[in-house]
């Protein structure tokens, strides 16, 4: 099993390096954080905030940019190619498929938020001339960025199994959008009564709360983020994506492949 997992994760990753949007995401993004240097020095004091804030931005944007174009069409490509029938006529489970891809996925924006994180660092050493405690902050904000990414991979692929691409694109960005205002929901449903109050609450409960996890303001005025507080995230995205991979498995099993 695991090496079946192994495997088509790593054929996922080596797919989805090759998107050559994949590198001109990443490029544009580093100029965007190499950028903010000239913004920052625009105004006079707050040059290592606005860096943060811009560069902690991009990372994000732009690994949901690639977690959805590259994620919506692990399974649809593959059907479309017919690589699928191949790989299912091995005694490879479907579950097995589903779990794969987004490992290898997951480990391609792993990378390729690396690499952002290396140039935000970069540009912050450039900037300041030197690393403080505080900067342990940004750590933790690019590792809460990229459990946000976990779940809109697991939606990605939740919703090519069995939506087209361009629906899929759709619904990931949206749940991006409604997961990061999750709190302004929970806020919202205080001041409403009767059934809008219950369907904003279960809104509230189905929907991920990527707006906790949202701390890059924090990180950006040296606030310490505590390890609580990551490692509560870290578990809340654990559950969030297996009941996600579980939901796409249900319903890959089940679709007619013919």
Same mark, same amino acid.
């Given at each position: 099993m695991i090496a079946r997992l192994s495997s088509i994760a790593f054929n996922t990753y080596r797919e989805a390096v090759r998107e050559r949007?994949?590198?001109?995401?990443?490029?544009? !993004?580093?100029?965007?954080i190499g950028s903010s240097l000239l913004f920052g020095r625009i105004s006079i004091g707050v040059e290592k905030v606005i860096l943060i804030n811009l560069g902690l931005t991009a990372i994000s944007v732009f690994g949901v940019i690639i977690a959805v174009f590259i994620g919506i069409g692990l399974v649809s490509k593959d059907i479309d190619r017919r690589t699928l029938y191949t790989? *299912?006529? /091995? &005694?490879? /489970?479907?579950w097995e498929v589903i779990v794969g891809k987004f490992l290898g996925l997951a480990g391609t924006l792993a990378i390729n938020t690396l690499f952002m994180s290396i140039g935000l660092f970069t540009a912050l050493l450039v900037l300041t001339r030197r690393f403080v405690h505080a900067d342990l902050a940004i750590v933790a904000a690019i590792w809460m960025v990229l459990l946000q990414l976990f779940?809109?991979?697991?939606? @990605?692929?939740?919703?090519?199994?069995?939506?087209? &691409?361009i629906l899929s694109a759709i619904f990931s960005f949206v749940i991006f959008i409604m997961g990061n205002f999750n709190d302004d929901l929970w806020a919202y449903a205080q001041g409403v009564e009767?059934?809008?109050?219950?369907?904003?609450?279960? !809104?509230?409960?189905?929907? &991920?709360? *990527? @707006?906790?996890?949202?701390?890059?303001? /924090?990180?950006?005025?040296?606030?310490?983020? @505590?390890?609580?507080?990551?490692?509560?995230?870290?578990?809340?995205?654990?559950?969030?994506? !297996?009941?996600? *991979?579980?939901?796409?498995?249900?319903?890959?099993?089940?679709r007619s492949l013919k």
């Open positions: 949007v994949l590198y001109n995401l990443i490029a544009f !993004a580093l100029l965007l790989v *299912l006529a /091995r &005694p490879v /489970r479907r779940i809109i991979v697991a939606f @990605s692929l939740l919703f090519s199994t069995f939506s087209t &691409p009767g059934a809008e109050r219950f369907a904003l609450r279960v !809104a509230g409960v189905v929907l &991920p709360n *990527l @707006s906790q996890m949202n701390v890059a303001s /924090r990180a950006a005025h040296g606030a310490a983020i @505590s390890a609580n507080t990551v490692a509560l995230a870290t578990g809340y995205t654990a559950a969030y994506v !297996a009941a996600l *991979l579980t939901l796409a498995t249900f319903i890959f099993q089940r």
